[in-house]
């Protein structure tokens, strides 16, 4: 059974930093593209951030480039999202999601996480 457990996330005020998790079991993690999402409440899930297998390749969604970055450890089966110079327009809640084929920027992901709040005071 394929899990992807996520932790971090929160509240902080604008241009803070947050960190988010996504640990992945019942998969071999290694082979396995990595993405992040997000959804605000009234829309629809939109592609934050994604990394290939080996960790080599990454994709970011322009709203986000140079602010957030996406990491891998495939020794410890995670991913990571690290958020930095928040905004109150990341106010959503985070997904992490896996892809047994090319890191994508669309929803076109096998695994999903169970999300987590990640909030950005004014």
């Known amino acids: 059974q394929v899990q992807l457990v996520q932790s971090g996330g929160g509240l902080v005020e604008a241009g803070g930093s947050l960190a988010l998790s996504c640990a992945a079991s019942?998969?071999?993690?290694?082979?396995?593209?990595m993405g992040w999402f997000r959804q605000a409440p009234g829309k629809e899930r939109e592609f934050v951030a994604a990394?290939?297998?080996?960790?080599?390749?990454?994709n970011y969604a322009d709203s986000v480039k140079g602010r957030f970055t996406i990491s891998r450890d495939n020794a410890k089966n995670s991913v990571f999202l690290q958020m930095n110079s928040l905004k109150p327009e990341d106010t959503a809640v985070y997904y992490c999601?896996?892809?047994?084929?090319?890191?994508?920027?669309?929803?076109?992901?096998?695994?999903w996480g169970q999300g987590t709040q990640v909030t950005v005071s004014a």
């Open positions: 019942g998969l071999t993690f290694s082979r396995y593209s």
């Open positions: 999601a896996a892809r047994s084929g090319g890191a994508v920027r669309t929803r076109d992901y096998d695994y």
């Open positions: 990394i290939s297998w080996s960790g080599g390749a990454t």
